[in-house]
């Protein structure tokens, strides 16, 4: 079956990350996490850092409506740079006013609002919220037509 996700990428945060979106979505990573302790060696590559073992090569938790958040932590040791900048947004499409008032809040929690949810101009209930790990999140209720 077809779908879309959507891959974040953070430095040495990814589990913490990922617990965080597992309590707010309140559902179970898709299988088990996969550290870079379990990528088998290299012989072209330096071998991994002990410090970067324990990092997230691969995790995916479903959300809503058949999406799933994926990610990774990028490695220092790969000269990985990572700038979050505001080229993405993860929207989000609950079924109710409450089930998103509910997503807004946990989101909130640690991170910034930027604009409050409130009934907009073109008849949806809508707010947006930067997480307290830089991920931009929109939250967008439509009233049953």
Request: aromatic share 12%; proline share 7%.
């Amino acid at each position: 079956m077809a779908g879309v996700s959507t891959y974040l990428n953070f430095m040495g945060k990814t589990e913490e990350a990922f617990n965080f979106y597992k309590s707010v979505f309140r559902t179970e990573f898709s299988g088990p996490i996969n550290y870079m302790r379990d990528v088998p060696p290299d012989p072209n590559s330096p071998p991994l850092p002990e410090n970067e073992k324990g990092l997230v090569m691969h995790v995916a938790l479903p959300t809503l409506g058949g999406h799933q958040l994926m990610g990774t932590d990028a490695l220092e040791s790969m000269s990985h740079e990572l700038t979050f900048g505001n080229n993405i947004s993860i929207n989000l499409e609950p079924d109710s006013r409450e089930e998103a008032d509910r997503l807004f809040a946990a989101l909130s929690d640690g991170g910034e609002v930027t604009m409050a949810m409130e009934d907009m101009f073109w008849g949806d209930y809508f707010g947006t919220v930067t997480d307290k790990y830089g991920v931009q999140w929109m939250v967008n209720f439509s009233k049953p037509q």
